[in-house]
């Protein structure tokens, strides 16, 4: 539950917050300025947002050191890289602003080939009966490639008693949808420019993961790995500092999640904007969205909590 900044701390607003927190709710407060009569809020909330220029501020400074062991602190209306590593170096625990969903767009900069082995790869996935022995054969011709598939395949999410210690072992146990999520993964960490930061990445494979899940609810044509996919390259361009229709162009996805990613309506570009929405706390376009009719609310939050669990297993 956030409380804004122009709330007042009432007694009555007080009270009423103090019932929310018993009842299990977590309080924050938006663009927190410290003042001695906001303390009974203070006491009540888990996370404090700050914008990271009120730091400038020598008491709202000595308030965010003080606390900072105390409370999960959010820097707020981050734009730019710098913005992130200031915010890094000081010590909040989160972070949020259009750094993670904005691009810059660089002209001039050339785009990273794809990697060959991956594209072979993706070349046998797409036949109607893949040949395992050769996309085996193709990882393991690659110490990265081998060496982050066994990791994943031993990880959290996958995870048993056994430990997988072959290529073979670690295809069978993640199945093959899960192997084509990870392929595409691979694609995109592969390109991705130098000094972007990996939480653009994880934000990125949560939208792809969120995707999937709302894909499995009725009156939506395209498939799971088509909502994972548009959800998982919707920053692309943010991570390459290049025009979005410059890098679908040459990347091998299907028809119907370049054109969604191209801004082309369908259900794809339809379901990534509901998820944006969602995303940014645009309640008024998440209340008008087709999406949010058909998927329940309480449905959708967890399936975003579930989205967050999962990249966290995976590593």
């Known amino acids: 539950m956030e409380v804004l900044e122009r709330v007042l701390p009432t007694d009555s607003v007080v009270s009423a917050c103090r019932k929310l927190v018993k009842q299990g709710y977590v309080l924050a407060l938006d663009d927190y300025v410290h003042r001695e009569e906001m303390q009974p809020l203070l006491e009540l909330a888990s996370i404090v947002k700050l914008e990271l220029g009120s730091l400038r501020d020598d008491s709202q400074k000595q308030f965010f050191f003080h606390y900072r062991g105390e409370k999960c602190f959010v820097a707020e209306k981050l734009d730019t890289q710098a913005d992130f590593d200031s915010a890094h170096r000081l010590g909040f625990h989160l972070f949020q602003g259009y750094f993670f969903s904005k691009p810059a767009i660089i002209s001039g900069r050339e785009i990273q080939p794809f990697n060959a082995r991956l594209v072979k790869i993706v070349t046998e996935l797409s036949r109607e009966e893949p040949d395992y022995q050769a996309i085996k054969a193709i990882i393991e011709r690659d110490v990265g490639l081998m060496y982050k598939l066994l990791r994943l395949a031993n990880s959290a999410a996958y995870g048993s008693v056994q430990r997988i210690e072959s290529i073979e072992q670690a295809l069978l146990r993640i199945g093959?949808?899960?192997?084509?999520?990870?392929?595409?993964?691979?694609?995109?960490?592969?390109?991705?420019?130098?000094?972007?930061?990996?939480?653009?990445?994880?934000?990125?494979?949560?939208?792809?993961?969120?995707?999937?899940?709302?894909?499995?609810?009725?009156?939506?044509?395209?498939?799971?790995?088509?909502?994972?996919?548009?959800?998982?390259?919707?920053?692309?361009?943010?991570?390459?500092?290049?025009?979005?229709?410059?890098?679908?162009?040459?990347?091998?996805?299907?028809?119907?999640?370049?054109?969604?990613?191209?801004?082309?309506?369908?259900?794809?570009?339809?379901?990534?904007?509901?998820?944006?929405?969602?995303?940014?706390?645009?309640?008024?376009?998440?209340?008008?969205?087709?999406?949010?009719?058909?998927?329940?609310?309480?449905?959708?939050?967890?399936?975003?909590?579930?989205?967050?669990?999962?990249?966290?297993?995976?590593?």
């Open 176 to 315: 093959l949808n899960e192997f084509r999520k990870w392929v595409y993964l691979m694609i995109l960490m592969d390109i991705q420019a130098p000094g972007k930061n990996l939480e653009l990445v994880k934000s990125c494979l949560v939208r792809g993961k969120l995707m999937e899940e709302i894909a499995r609810y009725p009156s939506e044509s395209q498939g799971e790995f088509a909502h994972f996919l548009t959800g998982l390259f919707s920053s692309i361009d943010t991570l390459l500092s290049r025009p979005m229709a410059d890098l679908v162009k040459d990347l091998p996805l299907p028809t119907g999640v370049r054109s969604a990613l191209l801004g082309e309506r369908n259900d794809l570009r339809t379901a990534l904007e509901s998820v944006i929405a969602y995303e940014r706390a645009e309640w008024h376009t998440v209340e008008l969205s087709d999406l949010f009719c058909r998927v329940p609310v309480g449905e959708f939050m967890s399936a975003y909590f579930d989205a967050l669990h999962w990249v966290n297993q995976i590593g």
